[in-house]
């Protein structure tokens, strides 16, 4: 069974084509990275445009990779929540019209039930395991038992963590996206140059993180926690930074482990790709982790296809009403992802 899938979430206009929820037979991805450059972060309304512009292009180009006309099409599937609204819109509003005009099935998708497909899509991987979604709105982990059903068992209180490195890269000036950039300045740097503390979260939060303190602490008070005679360069920043944020995450992840007793660890999300993340997840030879391949760690059609492929396979199906939503009630600490994140 081949779908075509489109997401349209964020900055990239993107579109695939999976057979069977398993084989890329093509993967488009048109970033709009330069448009937003110039505003050091995504601007809501040029990403809509743009996505308007660009999304028949990307489609066909889609299909034309795959070495496919759409009647060898049998679904598509297109991301419709969580993002901007205007951006879903988009992406959403064309994979319907598209569906309908040619008589297939059509799959709406969680865009981060995508994020955890992803290193489904190049590896073989059985579940339960625990899940790490970490993007610039999400910073989850979850207890993951099915392609759909996720128990978030912490998430973060304030900022996400891809958040936190946009913001610092911004107020730095590092340019934008700001993780991929920090990533890259930190390989020259010393994460010692600066010990940023570490969040303390009282009450009922083993599993949660919080980064507007190290936001913070990295923006407005990087005096009170510099090591005295370290230069302070860009590179020096990115590394401390990058190396607390990182710790927070993995704090919380080995309790999970711990207390779960699940020693397969999933990532997906855009700070997926972030190095430093992976090397130290690595180095926990006890944990069996699985992270995508960089080109699926950010956001991408295959993923999205390759969750519309399972949920076609059970034979749901998406009305024409569906819409985007902005934010999902789903991935809230305490609530099952399957209950909430199918099909409203
Ligand atoms: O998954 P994604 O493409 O979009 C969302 O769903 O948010 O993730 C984008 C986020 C941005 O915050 C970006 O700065 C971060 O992922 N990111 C990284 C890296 N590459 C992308 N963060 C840290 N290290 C990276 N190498
Ligand atoms: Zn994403």
Same mark, same amino acid.
């Given at each position: 069974?081949?779908?075509?899938?489109?997401?349209?979430?964020?900055?990239?206009?993107?579109?695939?084509?999976?057979?069977?929820?398993?084989?890329?037979?093509?993967?488009?991805?048109?970033?709009?990275?330069?448009?937003?450059?110039?505003?050091?972060?995504?601007?809501?309304?040029?990403?809509?445009?743009?996505?308007?512009?660009?999304?028949?292009?990307?489609?066909?180009?889609?299909?034309?990779?795959?070495?496919?006309?759409?009647?060898?099409?049998?679904?598509?599937?297109?991301?419709?929540?969580?993002?901007?609204?205007?951006?879903?819109?988009?992406?959403?509003?064309?994979?319907?019209?598209?569906?309908?005009?040619?008589?297939?099935?059509?799959?709406?998708?969680?865009?981060?039930?995508?994020?955890?497909?992803?290193?489904?899509?190049?590896?073989?991987?059985?579940?339960?395991?625990?899940?790490?979604?970490?993007?610039?709105?999400?910073?989850?982990?979850?207890?993951?038992?099915?392609?759909?059903?996720?128990?978030?068992?912490?998430?973060?209180?304030?900022?996400?963590?891809?958040?936190?490195?946009?913001?610092?890269?911004?107020?730095?000036?590092?340019?934008?996206?700001?993780?991929?950039?920090?990533?890259?300045?930190?390989?020259?740097?010393?994460?010692?140059?600066?010990?940023?503390?570490?969040?303390?979260?009282?009450?009922?939060?083993?599993?949660?993180?919080?980064?507007?303190?190290?936001?913070?602490?990295?923006?407005?008070?990087?005096?009170?926690?510099?090591?005295?005679?370290?230069?302070?360069?860009?590179?020096?920043?990115?590394?401390?930074?990058?190396?607390?944020?990182?710790?927070?995450? *993995? $704090? #919380?992840?080995?309790?999970?482990?711990? /207390? %779960?007793?699940?020693?397969?660890? !999933?990532? +997906?999300?855009?700070?997926?790709?972030?190095?430093?993340?992976?090397?130290?997840?690595?180095?926990?030879?006890?944990?069996?982790?699985?992270?995508?391949?960089?080109?699926?760690?950010?956001?991408?059609?295959?993923?999205?296809?390759?969750?519309?492929?399972?949920? *076609? $396979? #059970?034979?749901?199906?998406?009305?024409? /009403? %569906?819409?985007?939503?902005?934010? !999902?009630? +789903?991935?809230?600490?305490?609530?099952?992802?399957?209950?909430?994140?199918?099909?409203?």
């Amino acid at each position: 069974m081949k779908v075509l899938g489109i997401e349209s979430s964020c900055d990239e206009t993107a579109a695939s084509v999976v057979e069977d929820g398993h084989k890329i037979l093509s993967n488009v991805i048109a970033t709009q990275i330069p448009f937003h450059q110039i505003y050091k972060g995504v601007v809501p309304e040029i990403a809509s445009r743009k996505h308007v512009e660009w999304i028949l292009p990307v489609v066909k180009q889609a299909l034309k990779e795959a070495n496919l006309t759409i009647d060898d099409i049998d679904a598509v599937a297109a991301a419709n929540r969580p993002g901007l609204m205007g951006a879903l819109l988009v992406g959403l509003t064309f994979g319907k019209t598209l569906a309908w005009a040619t008589n297939k099935p059509f799959i709406a998708v969680n865009h981060m039930l995508g994020h955890m497909y992803a290193a489904h899509l190049a590896n073989t991987i059985s579940y339960p395991y625990l899940g790490l979604l970490v993007s610039g709105g999400h910073s989850i982990i979850a207890k993951v038992t099915g392609f759909d059903e996720l128990e978030v068992l912490g998430t973060t209180i304030d900022d996400a963590v891809g958040e936190a490195f946009d913001k610092v890269a911004k107020y730095y000036e590092f340019g934008y996206p700001g993780g991929v950039i920090i990533d890259k300045l930190a390989k020259e740097g010393d994460s010692n140059a600066a010990h940023f503390p570490m969040p303390q979260i009282k009450g009922d939060h083993r599993y949660d993180v919080s980064y507007s303190g190290l936001k913070t602490a990295a923006i407005n008070q990087i005096d009170q926690f510099w090591t005295q005679g370290c230069e302070r360069t860009p590179e020096n920043i990115a590394a401390s930074f990058q190396e607390t944020a990182v710790n927070i995450l *993995l $704090k #919380r992840l080995f309790l999970a482990v711990k /207390d %779960t007793g699940l020693t397969t660890v !999933v990532a +997906g999300g855009g700070v997926a790709a972030n190095s430093c993340l992976r090397a130290k997840l690595a180095a926990r030879t006890d944990i069996n982790c699985i992270f995508p391949p960089l080109k699926l760690c950010t956001d991408n059609g295959a993923m999205i296809a390759g969750v519309g492929y399972h949920f *076609l $396979k #059970r034979g749901d199906r998406s009305g024409w /009403d %569906t819409t985007a939503k902005a934010r !999902v009630e +789903g991935f809230r600490k305490g609530v099952s992802a399957s209950q909430k994140a199918k099909f409203q």
